[in-house]
């Protein structure tokens, strides 16, 4: 099936790219190694540190492996010729794009699932398999409106040097911001208070219920807000993927 | 038979600049035709609106009397693009393995290489090409879906003159096999050597068509060059279009150099460093934009 071939194509694009990988797989592993593990012992409240502070961390690898990699691949396309050419081919727009986003999806599951297997036996506990399986699907399902603003901006933006610090400028802070570096409660006032607003922020909240924390203000609402946010960034998507179809297919 | 390639009173505009105006023609299945024309002339744009990556303003454009975004229609056709590049991380092989998937009755990997003379780069990452070899990855990856009909935008720009003819040889074994080929080019030696047709076209509109022979005829102009001491004795010298100074060197226009050196010497002037070279194709476009259109020499 062309859509495979073209999914695996985009999946072996990344691979190869040192650029690509090293923040993919590396810096996870790197934080989680100088800021997650000398906290991860011990228990509160019944459930882990470790699982906590590692579901924060995957609710982040997984945000930087879908925003980081979308939209450079768009922008890049849209900088290239490569992707002129494909739309020469008999290809279909369409596939084009769900190669684009599967593959990303793909590689992230391969960066959280690496995360995981690193930061449970680094700290020493285990997950058990419906506890890992869960994690890794709210992680996905998270991540989604950050795929819609991946989209948003490899499309918005111009040129693929830009993307980058765009994408930098946006997602560290919202990070921090969200509790996935530091918990909250150790976080300004001020910034607890915007907390609830961010998209990661829910995330967060989703991926730790999946290791046994309560989320703040229950499953279906911090879902809620992900959707609501995934609907949002779908409208810019479509928006500025529509402008550079004006611009360069029309 | 239906043609090939069709285009009727297609427009487009960007802006306030014209790219296409009215342009009309076809292009006979089995046909090797050449667009002409200076950069900016329009023929990008041409190439745009008969691939469907473009759609005109007003007027129609078929490939095979099928929409150009028809996927049925592009299972026929192959694009060698301009400002094509290659994905830089994919092997060589696995690119065209990639492409021929999405053709129906595609080449082997292997012939495609062949053709493009590309067999020991096979394993090689697409990015560690030199520029001429990207030029002939480029030209693979549109042959490799055994396309009825080839187009070439600006095939050998950049390529050096060994690569360049290395090329032409390589279009002209596939046109052979009946294909239809539509180039762009900027050399008028290139559209004289492998097209049947020549379309010249300037500032979006057709300005002439015809074999390479009566196109020659119109755009073979030459630049005569010399340095002289005393330009101002250069008056009233038949057959040149347009003289120009260029410090002490002197440069004369012209369709007829023998007439216009016999009469140079014969008037004795004193010249040094004298040169004749094949005008650019610049000075011809304005020569023939001047001139009333020519059309003729179609099958």
Redesign the interface.
Known sequence: M?VF??IR?EL??ML??PASMIPTLLFPIMFWTFFGLPNASGKINGFSVGAYILASFVMYSVIQTVMFNLSIVIATERD???Y??L??????VWMLFVAKIVSVILLALIAINLLIIVGTISAGFQLEVGKWLNLVARAIFSVLPFAAMAVFIGYAVRGVNAVSPVVNLIFFPMSFASGLFIPLDGLPKMVQDIAPFLPAYHGGQLTRAAVGVPSAAGDGTHALWILGYTVVFLVLAVWAYKRDEGAN?? | MNPAVELKNVSKQFGNLKAVNDVSFDVASGEVVAFLGPNGAGKTTTISLMLGLRRPDSGTARIFSQDPQDPTARERVGVMLQDSDVPSTLRVSEALALIAGYYPKPLSVAKALEMADLTAKASNICSSLSGGQKKRLCFALSVIGNPDVLFLDEPTAALDVESRRGFWQQVSQFAEQGKTIILTTHYLEEADALAERIVVINQGSIVAQGSPAQIKARVGGKIIRFKIATPNVLTNLAAVSRQHQVGDTTELYTLEPEKVLREIFARNLEISDLEVRGGGLEEAFVALTAAKPIIGGQA
Do not use: E, H, I, V
């Open positions: 062309n071939n073209q194509a072996l694009r190869r790219s290239t010729g490569w002129k050419y739309r020469t081919t008999p290809a279909r297919y029309r």
